[in-house]
């Protein structure tokens, strides 16, 4: 026998879901503010979506997916330089996007350590890709840019969300990209 049809739409309640977590992280979220948020009963987030970790799980998937994604587009561009000032730019604008809540849920939940080491170890792909085309000194230390730059990027949530203003989070931009190296000067020509 099936069980009565859905009165609600899942990808919607979903996206309220993601916008509640990431409004309060996980612990700070309660079951009543999720079925509040997402317009449903509690029988029926259970029903959809399993309890709440399993609920926080399938959010953490969605909003990864979808920082991941912007990560990626970023190092595709032709410089790490470039990568790196892209993936900050944007993190300043929507950290402090004022029709999003403000920070970053990755970059703030405790929970989500293994997402954020999957910004890391693309940061460091980009970084070691960068020193193989001779785009940046081959004596950088990839890990540690890659990890500097995630501790830069969390500071940047934590900021948007203690309040700073846009322009204050994208000066902190500003100034981490100038810790990224300049490409290595080429060789000066023999002399005559």
Same mark, same amino acid.
């Given at each position: ?36 948020? !997402? ?5 029926? =987030? ?12 399938? &959010?953490?998937? &969605? ?20 990568? &790196? ?26 929970? =989500? ?9 693309? =940061? ?20 540690? =840019? ?6 830069? !990027?969390?500071? !940047? ?22 810790a990224v190296p300049a490409p ?9």
């Amino acid at each position: 026998m099936a069980g009565r049809p859905r009165s609600f739409d899942r990808g919607t309640a979903l996206a309220a879901a993601v916008e509640q977590f990431w409004r309060t992280g996980y612990e700070g979220t309660s079951i009543s503010a999720l079925v509040r948020a !997402m317009g449903i009963t509690p029988p029926s =987030l259970y029903a959809a979506f399993g309890d709440k970790a399993q609920l926080f799980g399938e &959010v953490a998937e &969605v909003y990864a997916a979808r920082t991941l994604e912007g990560v990626d587009q970023a190092c595709a561009l032709p410089t790490v330089r470039e990568a &790196v000032a892209r993936m900050l730019d944007d993190t300043a604008r929507v950290h402090t996007d004022p029709g999003t809540p403000l920070g970053c849920l990755l970059l703030t939940e405790p929970r =989500l350590d293994g997402q954020r080491d999957a910004v890391r170890r693309r =940061l460091v792909d980009r970084i070691e890709r960068g020193i193989a085309d001779g785009d940046v000194p081959a004596d950088v230390d990839a890990g540690a =840019l890659a990890s500097f730059l995630v501790a830069v !990027m969390r500071g !940047m949530s934590g900021a948007a969300r203690d309040g700073a203003s846009a322009e204050e989070v994208h000066a902190v931009a500003r100034t981490a990209l100038a810790a990224v190296p300049a490409p290595p000067a080429p060789p000066a020509p023999p002399a005559p």
